[in-house]
């Protein structure tokens, strides 16, 4: 069997995957896309290369023997964007899972390894693959090496052989590096000759065959200018082609017998990506690994219930709902496990949805409820006339309270967290994907009690936990009540007007043939534009707009191509415009006619509260903060967004910059506070105080910039992130953000106060205490350090500005109740509340609803609200 060695340029695909994938984030904010890309790339190697050997190769530092050579060598790029240095960490622990080699040698750079070992793989008869994003390494390529060139991203890749080399240049693989010499590298700063580029460098090679040879008989080069180019510059290209020559004798102490691939441990990949959040390549992993992590599970004994009478309950009980379905709106419920002194009880859906005794127990405040996860057993129990009251331990709330950045969604996860494993995992007892069934009642009966048993356990230790951390008054007046009504939310859900949505669906495919037309009349035929093959022919053949990307079937038609070419071709425009429309009406208009429920006509979302590290809400099935607006045809879906009753009004309420606000009063800095207690617009005031200038002097421009800085010190924004938004260098973004500090410095104290606390605690809090643990920022890695320093920084602002209309939305559900108001709170989007109310207490809302929420919490600036109504949710914007 020929041994086959696979060798890795890990920074350059590091930085192919970073660059080519859109900025991902973890659950605990850290950004993933570098590794996300890099994982995929790897996993596609493995598999359709089956290689016996696999190292990859990491640059060791900054400096190497070439700048003893020259000290300006690489001196040209750019500082890693931190968004992408925090994930090398990540990189480096994905090798050791996988168990692949990794291997980085001080004073040499990947290359140099890489092409240290490809020379002595080629000596001991290996077959040698080379993968990076680096052209330099071409000049590695020979019978048996081949240099793989990453395309449009990592997606594709381009094998460099002799003979595909000397079909693209008419060159041999070593002419690489002379041609390097001629023309310079301006990604490594490396100077060759200037006015000398790739045609002019071929031309030459052809006729000379080295840049040595060249340069001794520069007589017979043709052309007076660049004889005094190369004659002016003889010392300069040689000194180019040394710098751009990989060194093939690096002292590596990694041997080939080393770079050995076996398969690594697949418990601790399973982790890593868990953590990472790539839940799309765990489905690819074997489940059954999971649960060889459990510990063996004791027997215990529990009863299950024929008929349910009340010398079964107590007065405090741990109550466990069981369903398959995610989505606890639509799924049916198995079955319940009942917990407390009297014993251990499986109480079978059939039986107790039909129980007088269990409604009456379960509507009873007095009788204490644990749970886990209630806002799901209220929502689901309402479904069938049972009013669930009582509950006082939640430990799904619990657990995300104590650290949200280990939270895990599942209750076996969740369990296990904090120290119970007496159970097993879903997935353990009914399968995964189209195996998925419910087992005989038996199985079903014992996971269940096993789960409510958790619960029972638990409760004390979690509850003198939340103590401890002085967070019992963020579980008891904030996240549990809130849980109560996100529950009645949820129930209620929102009117949504079918027959305008279907109106909507045929305006957009009206709109969609009109355009589709005007596309065909600019290509001058008819094609199919949903086809990127058939439109890369019409664009880049038949039009003659420039290929900017080239993929295996043909030319590249993605947004970010045509973004780019929409100024060369009326044609562009238009497609842009179908594409757009086209995703409205797939993923919103026909998303959410899925969705609407037939009996009531509405949808019934479903509220994270446990997701976001921030203390952030989201919402899924359908994600209502996510419809888009900026499309004038976007904003419009909120239109089929009614009152549920005749004559009732939409009532939107929203908070005006409360995390600037936020900011404000936590830094304690007076030119904003005085900013915003002079109801001044920020982000005007902020650009006068950055560009020096007066508020008559503040262009749109430097408005919007402004804004940029705001918001973007709020997320603990980077230059790297700051030039992106705004379209600048990063070196301009970096001078935005120095003035902005030097405006502001009680923010650029607050920064820097929070750091230095989070060192010594170990975690950051909201104003109502909240926490977030950040073990990272004690971390010897820069990187990672920095990174953790930024969560240090944001969250902060950000949990504060969820705390306050989390309990806004409790005082408005108090306020509404006292009031004696028929009005309800539908929906909470950011930082807006959506009510429906009846046309006769609107002006009651208007007086009330800013109160509320402007007195949720009393801070050094005011919060402010903004307020209308409408007959629809878009007439209420």
Request: glycine fraction near 6%; hydrophobic fraction near 35%; proline fraction near 3%.
């Amino acid at each position: 069997m020929t041994k086959k060695v696979i060798l890795i340029d890990g920074n350059s695909i590091a930085y192919r995957a970073f660059f080519a994938l859109p900025l991902l984030n973890n659950e605990k904010g850290i950004h993933t896309n570098a590794v996300y890309g890099f994982t995929t790339m790897l996993m596609k190697i493995l598999e359709e290369e089956n290689p016996t050997h696999i190292l990859v190769a990491f640059d060791a530092g900054k400096t190497t023997f070439r700048h003893n050579t020259f000290k300006e060598y690489k001196g040209t790029r750019q500082k890693t964007p931190p968004e992408l240095s925090e994930q090398f960490p990540f990189i480096r622990e994905l090798l050791d899972a996988y168990g692949i080699k990794r291997y980085e040698l001080e004073n040499y750079e990947a290359d140099d390894i890489i092409g240290t070992l490809s020379k002595q793989a080629e000596q001991e008869g290996f077959e040698v693959k080379v993968i990076s994003g680096d052209k330099d390494l071409t000049q590695l390529s020979s019978e048996k090496t081949t240099v793989c060139i990453t395309k449009k991203g990592i997606s594709e890749i381009e094998a460099y052989t002799p003979d595909h080399i000397q079909e693209k240049y008419g060159l041999s693989p070593l002419q690489i590096i002379d041609m390097k010499g001629l023309m310079g590298d301006t990604s490594d700063n490396i100077p060759g000759v200037p006015g000398v580029g790739e045609k002019t460098a071929i031309k030459l090679l052809k006729e000379f065959n080295t840049l040595e040879n060249l340069l001794e008989s520069i007589d017979q080069v043709s052309g007076n200018k660049l004889k005094e180019k190369l004659e002016t510059n003889k010392e300069q290209a040689l000194m180019s082609k040394e710098l751009a020559t990989i060194f093939r004798e690096a002292p590596v102490t990694v041997s080939l017998q080393d770079t050995e691939y076996r398969q690594g441990e697949t418990e601790k990949l399973v982790g890593l990506f868990k953590e990472l959040g790539f839940n799309s390549l765990l489905e690819k992993m074997d489940a059954s690994v999971i649960s060889d992590l459990s510990e063996p599970m004791e027997e215990i004994k529990f009863t299950k219930v024929d008929s349910i009478t009340e010398d079964i309950f107590s007065e405090e009980n741990s109550l466990y709902l069981e369903m398959l379905d995610e989505n606890y709106h639509t799924g049916d419920i198995i079955g319940f496990g009942l917990s407390n002194d009297k014993g251990l009880y499986y109480l079978p859906a059939s039986i107790a949805l039909t129980s007088a005794v269990f409604k009456k127990w379960a509507e009873d405040e007095t009788k204490i409820k644990n749970v886990y996860d209630g806002k799901k057993l209220i929502v689901a129990l309402k479904k069938h006339g049972i009013d669930l009251k009582g509950i006082e331990f939640d430990l799904l709330i619990v657990s995300y309270l104590l650290n949200p950045s280990e939270n895990a969604d599942d209750f076996t996860s969740v369990a296990k967290l904090h120290g119970y494993t007496n159970v097993q995992t879903d997935e353990e007892v009914y399968g995964k994907g189209a195996k998925r069934k419910i087992p005989e009642e038996e199985l079903v009966a014992d996971h269940v009690v096993r789960k409510v048993l958790g619960i029972s356990k638990l409760v004390d230790s979690r509850m003198k936990e939340l103590e401890k951390n002085e967070q019992l008054s963020l579980y008891e007046n904030l996240e549990l009540p809130l849980s109560f009504i996100l529950a009645e939310m949820e129930s209620t859900g929102i009117k949504v007007d079918k027959n305008r949505l279907e109106e909507m669906g045929k305006e957009i495919a009206e709109r969609l043939n009109e355009i589709e037309k005007n596309i065909h009349d600019l290509a001058g035929e008819q094609f199919n534009i949903n086809s990127p093959k058939q439109l890369g022919v019409i664009l880049f053949e038949k039009l003659g707009l420039p290929a900017l990307k080239k993929t295996k079937t043909g030319y590249s038609t993605s947004a970010d191509v045509l973004e780019k070419l929409e100024s060369e071709h009326e044609i562009v425009k238009e497609i842009l415009q179908y594409r757009q429309l086209g995703k409205l009406q797939s993923t919103y208009i026909e998303g959410l006619l899925k969705v609407i429920n037939g009996q009531d006509g509405k949808v019934h979302t479903r509220f994270n509260q446990v997701l976001a590290q921030t203390g952030r809400l989201s919402s899924i099935d359908p994600n209502l903060q996510n419809i888009p607006i900026r499309l004038e045809e976007g904003r419009k879906i909120r239109q089929a967004f009614v009152p549920s009753e005749e004559g009732w009004f939409i009532f939107s309420a929203d908070y005006s910059q409360v995390e600037l606000r936020v900011l404000a009063h936590i830094a304690g800095d007076e030119k904003l506070i005085q900013a915003f207690n002079e109801d001044m617009d920020i982000h005007t005031k902020t650009a006068m105080d950055v560009f020096h200038v007066s508020a008559d002097e503040v262009t749109s421009n430097m408005r919007r910039q402004a804004k940029a800085v705001n918001f973007g010190i709020v997320y603990g924004i980077s230059d790297y992130g700051l030039s992106q938004n705004l379209g600048i260098t990063r070196k301009e973004a970096a001078g935005f953000i120095e003035r902005y500090f030097k405006s502001y410095p009680g923010v650029k104290n607050y920064m820097e106060d929070i750091v230095q606390d989070a060192k010594q605690k170990g975690f950051v809090t909201t104003l109502l205490n909240r926490r977030r643990y950040i073990p990272e920022i004690t971390s010897r890695n820069f990187n990672i350090r920095s990174f953790a320093e930024r969560t240090a920084m944001n969250t902060p602002i950000q949990g504060s500005a969820a705390d306050i209309i989390k309990k806004a939305m409790i005082d408005m559900a108090a306020r509404l109740k006292k009031e004696n108001l028929k009005s309800r709170l539908l929906i909470q989007v950011h930082d807006e509340l959506i009510f429906e109310a009846p046309q006769e207490e609107l002006e009651i809302l208007e007086r009330i609803v800013p109160e509320v929420m402007e007195n949720a919490l009393s801070l050094d600036v005011p919060l402010k609200v903004d307020y209308s109504y409408g007959a629809t949710w878009f007439d209420a914007k």
